[in-house]
């Protein structure tokens, strides 16, 4: 269509009115659909921006081109030289000017964007794949620790001692001598106590009382002697932890 003007208007001058008008009415519509159409940010069409912006000045450089051809024909040389010499330049400046302003960033930067973007989602994805693997990998090894240690402590009640004690005071005999005071009787009676714990207290039982502070209380000081622990090797730290 501009070309058919171009060629009109150098022939028919009347009719440069007219086509003057009905360009300023393409470009008004040419900007929007190039700002609300073309440009969608979510859409496949600004593609087609390129192609249109190349197409669009081609078309000037030939319709540049051509009318000062038309001039020449018309024996107007000197405006027909001078038309291209003072349009052809300014054509081609704006050309680069829409070039380096727009074209070029648009073909780079939204690259660059979109590569930072994504960089950016797998280093987030990553970080949130470490976290969930070593959050598991914890609760692992907390359940595993749990397990080895339900499994190492002692399955008979620390009560069995206090039972087994009870039962066995209960069908304790003392001998009663004659002539024995409630004194005498009271002190055989409590000698008697002190080799029965010593019968039937066992090794789990100091492990578990080893930390108690009723030796003052009941005076049974063998009983809270000092016992070698139970070693429980599966909670021996050889590693650092991960939390370290």
């Not at 700002?35 to 249109?52: H, K, N």
């Amino acid at each position: 269509a501009f070309l058919v003007a171009v060629v009109y208007s150098t022939i028919v001058p009347l009719m440069l009115g007219g086509c003057a008008i009905f360009f300023f009415i393409a470009t008004k519509v040419y900007t929007h659909q190039a700002l609300f159409v073309y440009s969608q940010p979510y859409e496949g069409g600004g593609i087609l921006m390129y192609q249109l912006n190349r197409s669009i000045f081609v078309i000037l450089y030939i319709s540049v081109c051509l009318f000062a051809l038309l001039l020449g024909l018309k024996q107007a040389t000197i405006a027909s030289i001078s038309f291209l010499i003072f349009m052809f330049p300014i054509i081609f400046l704006v050309d680069r000017k829409v070039a380096t302003t727009f074209v070029t960033p648009s073909l780079t930067l939204a690259l660059s964007n979109a590569r930072m973007i994504d960089e950016l989602t797998i280093r987030s994805n990553q970080r949130i794949q470490s976290y969930r693997q070593q959050k598991a990998e914890r609760t692992r090894k907390r359940r595993q620790a749990s397990q080895r240690t339900n499994t190492s402590l002692p399955t008979q009640p620390i009560s069995e001692f206090s039972s087994t004690n009870g039962n066995s005071l209960s069908k304790m005999h003392i001998n009663v001598r004659k002539g024995d005071d409630k004194t005498q009787i009271r002190q055989r009676r409590k000698e008697s106590s002190r080799r029965m714990d010593k019968k039937y207290v066992d090794k789990r039982t100091y492990a578990a009382d080893a930390d108690s502070d009723d030796s003052a209380e009941t005076g049974n000081i063998d009983f809270y002697l000092y016992r070698q622990p139970q070693l429980n090797k599966s909670l021996w730290e050889t590693k650092p932890r991960p939390y370290r």
